[in-house]
Structures are given as C-alpha cells and as structure tokens.
C-alpha cells in the first residue's frame, strides 16, 4: 500500500471514530520521516519493542518526528524510579475504613511497576529496565528479599538510572548492590581460614561470568560458538574453568553493608539501619578490639582470572598484593574488585553475549549472526572509541534492518509475546485508568499466582526462562530457540486467558451489576463507535494496527468479522463487539507470536 492510500485509510479511520491523528496526516509531506518508520505497521511494531505498548498516541508522535528523533527523546530522558512511589503510598494517611492500606510490600512493588509502565514519559527506559532485570537477576523469592519492598524497588531503579550509561559501570553498581550481595551470596562472603574449614563462596563469581557477561563458551563477534583450532572436528573452547571460578570467589570477599566496622564484619545487619541497602557495599578494615589490623578480603594469593586474546593482566592472573595497614599502604578491596570487573568487561565475548539477549529481550528469540555482529560492534565501539556505551547498544537494537522487518536467513522472526507485556500493551492501547490511580487490582498485586511473571520474582537467577530454551517440535528440529515458551504451560494459557476476559469485560461504562467498580477499565469508546455493521471492518483494522502491528492475517480477519457480526449490533450499546474482539484477539495465537 503506498503512502497516500494508508494516509487515505488513516484520515477515514480517524473520521469514523473521533480521534484526532492530525500528527499523522500533516507531517510535512507523504515521504517517511528521516530514520523511520516506513510504513504505519513499522511504527507500532518499533513502539511494541521500544515501549510496554503502543498508544495512538506514541502513533501520531512517532510518525511525525520519526525513530532517530525518538530515540534521541528518550535515551535523554530521566528514570522515572519506582522507590519514592513506595515512600509516597507510606506516607498516606491512614484510612480508618482500609486497615492495611498504606502498608508497602512487594505488591506495592508490583503496583508501581504497572503505574510506570502505564504513563512514565520515559519508556524507553522503563522497558529497557525490565529487559535488565531478566538479564542481571535478583529475586523475591531468594536471598531473604521476599520482606525488602524497598531494597528491590532501588535495585531496579538502579537498573534503569545506569541502564543508558556505560555497561562496565552498571556490571560494577549491580555487584556492589547489597540486593545482588544477598541473592547470590557475596554479602559476607569471607576469605579463606583453612584451619576453619571456610572457604569463599562462589556463587556469585559464577554467575557474572556465566549470565551477567561471557557465557560458557568462547564465542565469534557474531555470537556463534568459535571452534577450538587445536581439537579435531568442531570443538568450543570454555570460557573459564574451576581456577577461574576460585580466582574471582576470592576477589569478591570481604563486602558487607557500608557503614559496618570491621569487628561487626560476621554479622552487620540493616534492622536498625534500612538506608543500608540503598548504598554499594563496602570493604571495612581496621584496628580491632586487640589492636590486630583486620580485614576480611582475600589479599596475598594470585588471583586466576579471565584469560583472553589482547588481556590486560598477564595470563589473567590478578597478583596477589600486601592488605591495607594502619599506615595506609597496601591496595584494597574496591581495587582488587575494579581490576576483576576490568578483566570481565573487556572480554570479546560480552558485546556478542550481553548483545544477543538484548535482542532477544526486546525483538526476536532468533536473531541472525549479522544482527548480532552489529550490536557487538556497537558495544565494542560507540563510533567514539568508548566500549560498553548502552545508548549505542540500545540505538543498535532497535534500529538494525532486522528490527526493522527485513527477512534473514530462515530463522522464525520475532518472539512469543511475554505475559506481562501483553497485560501492558492492553492497558496502554486502551488507555486504562484506575479509579484510585493505584493499578492495584489483585492480578496486579499478585500476577505470579495468575500469570507465569511479576517483576522481580523469577524462581532462579536464570531467570523465568533460559536464554537458549527450545520447546519440543519444529523450533528444536530448526535448531532454533523460543525461550519464554518455558512458561507457556497448559495451566499458564487457561489462566492468563480468564485474566484477560477479566481485563477485557471491565470497561469503563460497563452497565453490568457485576462490574467491579473499583478495577482498573480499559477505555473502548472509540472502538464502539466503529462496531457497527458498517464499520466492523474498520475496528478490526484498528485494532489490527493497535495491538498486532497490522500483521493479522486474511483468515484471522474473515473469522472474527463472522463471529462479531453474529452479535447484535446494539448489544451492550455496541461494547459487547468491541470486548469479545479484544479476548479473542488478546488469546489468539497470531497475537501472542509477536512479529
């Protein structure tokens, strides 16, 4: 279709449903922005992966200023943080009818993740924040964080204030985070006392080579596995071994809560202090009780680390050096640490590794070597001479010509739609509001017990699925990987498919005594005034647009125009149409493999 005609399409879909688009009809000419988007399915499907879900809004905007404008926007933007929103709901006053109302959990938590994916104007951001938080996992349901609300609302508000920054400062502010600390165990984590039988644990120096950084093979600047040159047929070379996993256990000992002495070392708490866990950890040292200087970091031994081609520390080997003394010589802690986070962040396997699961967090489970050798090279590069710079990682995702639509390879394109995202894209399609601006219905507050996902809550650090998980059938015949097909379980869909006729049926205006009148409703106004017998094309066109970025199929079409055609047209005053689209759509399969 060219550019006139969807105009055309446009200007009689905004008449016949009295919403102003004039961004759209009158940007200047019927050529495409500079950058983007070609087409009107482009935009919503940039907005799909750039934000928790189109607007027409965001339609109109994108399509005026175009997608390097955009992003220019958006990656200036401030974090909108979610732990004050916890401080404000505190604050309220208590109401005498609704014991328990100002009280803040992880519910609260969960409120404000949908209340600023709902309306923060940094979107970007926000989204890319959520896709950290499945990449550098902590949890509620590990580390004794299920009771800390306000330590994982700073967590994830520190993915997002570092998520445009530079990747090597972000590795360093989520080591150091005492959430972090006490997921996987480096908090307290001590040096090595033989004659005790204790030994660092190594929990977190696994998994920041494992998941945070590297992987477990060596790979091309593409992301496919390299080939050990000294072993016949195709062999991969490991990334790292045992020695290296002990290296690292060793680096990372002697952190607790900032602000603990020394002596309080085994057993510094934040009860008395909860603004501990909004500061990085620390290394204390100094003079004991018996004047002996104590520390509890690792110092003396070699350290066995990364070894890589162009590596700084000869044979990876960080060497050992002299602990702190009263005088102040010696290195510390902190040092020792930098110089580990160093050796991790210039390995040439994290722009491919971090890369890939970027692009799949945010566009498609399969991308081809080509996709991800550019978003490499960005990491490797910014175009400056600066490694690691996540504003030209996340330009590089979104803006690559496989983001963008064109085919590659015989890869199935784009991703099964996670669950959540689905719940925002509905909400913000249909400009939900609550009638206490609280988004704190019960799906809401608790979504792990209806849906497979709430922020924050993966069952393991591998998150609530593996990169690299492949169902059974076609997707492992190909070779190919569908990763959040690992919660798409039987008692998964029927769940999330009731939630959704819930969502759906709660529209504003609803007239049914059965409606709840303190949920959270979708406004339909605009699409009930297309259900008609002689519109119903257009408000499937429209939420083609809206929630599939135009990609439904004929068949998808022809069958859903039957079946609401066979509702009275004036049933529910047209509003029955609109929402039994929306549940079918919203659960159909077309839908939920997005495109």
């Given at each position: 279709m060219s550019r006139m005609h969807r105009i055309i399409a446009v200007i009689g879909l905004v008449l016949a449903s009295q919403v102003s688009a004039q961004t759209v009809i009158f940007t200047g000419g019927f050529e495409p922005p500079p950058g983007g988007p070609g087409t009107d399915q482009d935009a919503m499907r940039f907005l799909t992966q750039a934000t928790f879900g189109p607007t027409m809004a965001d339609f109109d905007h994108l399509n005026l200023v175009g997608i390097d404008v955009w992003l220019n926007d958006q990656l200036a933007q401030p974090f909108s943080r979610h732990r004050p929103y916890l401080d404000a709901i505190a604050a309220l006053p208590e109401d005498p009818m609704d014991e328990g109302a100002n009280d803040v959990g992880n519910d609260t938590r969960n409120e404000v993740f949908f209340e600023r994916a709902m309306h923060a104007p940094d979107q970007l951001r926000?989204?890319?924040?959520?896709?950290?938080?499945?990449?550098?996992v902590v949890s509620d349901q590990g580390g004794g964080l299920a009771g800390e609300p306000y330590a994982l609302a700073h967590y994830y508000d520190l993915l997002g204030e570092h998520g445009f920054g530079n990747y090597r400062e972000l590795l360093e502010q989520v080591t150091l985070s005492p959430v972090m600390g006490h997921y996987l165990s480096m908090f307290g984590n001590r040096k090595p006392d033989l004659a005790n039988n204790i030994r660092p644990d190594e929990n977190y120096a696994r998994e920041i080579m494992q998941l945070f950084s590297i992987g477990l093979v060596r790979l091309n600047s593409n992301g496919t596995d390299m080939d050990d040159p000294n072993q016949a047929g195709f062999q991969t070379i490991p990334t790292f071994n045992q020695q290296t996993i002990q290296g690292f256990a060793h680096v990372f000992t002697g952190f607790t809560f900032t602000g603990c002495e020394v002596r309080e070392f085994e057993y510094c708490s934040a009860w008395t202090h909860p603004e501990r866990w909004f500061e990085p950890m620390s290394a204390p040292e100094g003079a004991w009780w018996d004047d002996i200087y104590r520390v509890w970091h690792a110092y003396p031994e070699d350290k066995q680390l990364l070894v890589y081609p162009g590596v700084a520390l000869a044979n990876g080997i960080l060497t050992g050096r002299p602990a702190p003394t009263a005088l102040g010589s010696g290195v510390t802690a902190q040092q020792d640490l930098e110089a580990a986070l160093d050796n991790v962040f210039n390995h040439?396997?994290?722009?491919?590794?971090f890369g890939r699961q970027l692009i799949q967090r945010l566009v498609t489970s399969n991308p081809s070597p080509t996709y991800v050798s550019h978003v490499a090279a960005a990491f490797n590069n910014n175009g400056l001479g600066v490694r690691g710079d996540m504003k030209a990682v996340i330009r590089a995702v979104l803006t690559d010509p496989e983001a963008r639509g064109a085919a590659t390879g015989t890869a199935p394109r784009g991703k099964l739609r996670e669950p959540l995202l689905r719940m925002t894209q509905l909400w913000r399609a249909f400009d939900a509001t609550d009638p206490a601006n609280r988004y704190n219905d019960w799906f809401v507050w608790w979504p792990g017990q209806y849906i497979p996902q709430s922020p924050l809550h993966a069952r393991t650090v591998f998150n609530f699925f593996?990169?690299?998980?492949?169902?059974a059938g076609e997707i492992t015949a190909g070779g190919w990987v569908a990763p959040e097909f690992?919660?798409?379980?039987?008692?998964?869909?029927?769940?999330?498919?009731n939630v959704m006729d819930w969502l759906v049926w709660n529209y504003a205006g609803n007239p049914s005594p059965w409606a709840d009148a303190d949920a959270t409703k979708i406004n339909i106004e605009a699409e009930r005034l297309l259900a008609g017998n002689a519109?119903?094309?257009?408000?499937?066109?429209?939420?083609?647009?809206?929630?599939?970025?135009?990609?439904?199929?004929?068949?998808?079409k022809t069958t859903l125009r039957?079946?609401?055609?066979?509702?009275?047209?004036?049933?529910?005053?047209?509003?029955?149409?609109?929402w039994e689209a929306l549940w079918m759509i919203m659960v159909s399969p077309e839908f939920v493999i997005e495109k």
């Open positions: 926000q989204r890319v924040a959520f896709a950290l938080s499945e990449i550098l040439p396997n994290v722009g491919p590794f593996l990169p690299d998980y492949k169902p690992q919660i798409q379980t039987d008692g998964y869909v029927t769940n999330f498919s519109t119903i094309d257009a408000m499937i066109e429209r939420l083609n647009l809206l929630l599939m970025s135009g990609s439904m199929s004929t068949h998808m039957s079946y609401l055609l066979s509702i009275p047209a004036g049933e529910e005053n047209g509003a029955r149409r609109v």
